[in-house]
């Protein structure tokens, strides 16, 4: 039987302070190779905190989280960071590229941080996926040379680099028109469909969210569905 590829158990995270906020309460989530997961719920119910969570960029303050098999929240951040450069990639509203920096160089970023490629060989690898996405005449371009789709495709294309098992998106269409959002939910789909990794995204577009094997619906930092979402749906084949 497969091992989740990342799993919470029991996970919650409070912030302390004059005020104490619950931003996640008692989440078990488990996600699996191939599948395709959106997590949707009402504004500031949870999901991006739940994500951040998955994502190892926030420590849980109740229970675990675990990829790969491994519990994570006694690790040293070192050992978290190489879990998250090599297991795990980021695909945000906001792409986040540097600005400064060439398609191509967006892209070498965390294979230079993994390390794990010779230089060539990581020039190769970018290349290879800028290609893949459609952008192998713009990877000298700067971000602001590139349209909104364009960078998003680049992003994805950063999250791809180090061949990580699972793909973390947080709005990935939020920002992005009709037609750059379905070729966005085209390449997600692939990844799950092709590549056979698993993609969970957080995103109030519906439309996307029916794209997905799996909803997951949060309100006030709480699962409160947790679903297979029908084929027809799910647009498999369109």
Do not use: C
Request: charged share 20%.
């Amino acid at each position: 039987m497969n091992e989740p590829l990342i799993e919470a158990r029991g996970a919650g995270r409070i912030l302390s302070g004059e005020i104490t906020t619950t931003l996640v309460s008692d989440v078990s989530l488990a996600v699996m190779p191939g599948e395709f997961v959106a997590i949707t719920g009402p504004s500031g119910s949870g999901k991006s905190s739940l994500l951040y969570l998955l994502g190892l960029l926030d420590l849980p303050t109740a229970g675990e989280i675990f990829v790969g098999g491994e519990a994570t929240h006694a690790l040293d951040e070192n050992h978290r960071a190489q879990i998250r450069l090599a297991s795990i990639g980021f695909v945000f509203q906001f792409h986040f590229l540097l600005p400064e920096f060439s398609a191509l160089d967006n892209v070498l970023l965390p294979i230079r941080a993994l390390g794990r490629l010779s230089e060539s060989q990581g020039r190769t690898r970018a290349k290879e996926l800028l290609a893949t996405l459609g952008l192998a005449e713009h990877i000298w371009k700067r971000p602001d040379q590139l349209s909104g789709g364009q960078r998003q495709r680049v992003a994805i294309a950063r999250a791809l680099a180090n061949e990580p098992s699972v793909i973390l998106a947080d709005e990935p269409t939020g920002n992005l028109d009709t037609a750059a959002s379905a070729q966005v939910v085209a390449i997600l789909r692939q990844i799950v469909d092709v590549d056979k990794k698993a993609v969970v995204i957080v995103t109030h577009d519906l439309t996307l969210a029916a794209k997905a094997d799996r909803g997951v619906q949060i309100v006030d930092g709480r699962i409160v569905k947790d679903h297979e979402l029908p084929l027809q749906s799910a647009g498999r084949a369109s």
